[in-house]
């Protein structure tokens, strides 16, 4: 049987692990940034798209914390429907369904990029996409009003 929303690939972008031993923290302040992106390489036929996924975790000045991660990922999924699907449909399917399904490559990343090294490994928790979507559009929303 297969799915209306079909996962075709993945690519690993970018990724930036920095550690400094000499910062001895007793408890880390950690406060993972996701970041997401939803395109379409041909506008007007939406049965393609690209998901990018991205998380940050810590300082990039390693001043805050002793460590800084960053990583991003981008999906290539693709809908296939015997029934006509309208644009809200087909914007859930790839926003909620896809950023769900390229989740555990993202933290998988994190957590193979990190364990590399002496400390152990960061493991990101799993999270309800659901919410991470809200939250994310919401600060966009935010960020949008204030530069106005």
């Not at 041909?42 to 991660?69: P, R, W, Y």
């Amino acid at each position: 049987m297969e799915g209306v929303l079909q996962f075709k690939d993945y690519h690993v972008l970018e990724t930036h692990y920095m550690f400094n031993p000499f910062l001895d923290e007793e408890e880390e302040r950690l406060s993972p940034r996701f970041e997401y992106s939803l395109d379409f390489p041909e506008e007007e036929n939406k049965k393609l798209a690209f998901i990018k996924l991205g998380i940050t975790i810590g300082d990039e000045n390693l001043i805050k914390n002793s460590f800084f991660v960053s990583a991003t990922i981008l999906g290539v999924f693709s809908i296939k429907s015997k029934e006509e699907l309208d644009e809200e449909e087909i914007h859930s399917f790839y926003k909620i369904n896809a950023v769900a399904i390229l989740f555990p490559y993202l933290r998988s990343l994190v957590s193979d990029l990190t364990g590399k090294g002496s400390e152990p490994p960061i493991i990101i928790p799993t999270i309800n996409v659901v919410e991470l979507i809200k939250k994310y559009e919401e600060e966009k929303r935010i960020e949008k009003e204030a530069q106005k």
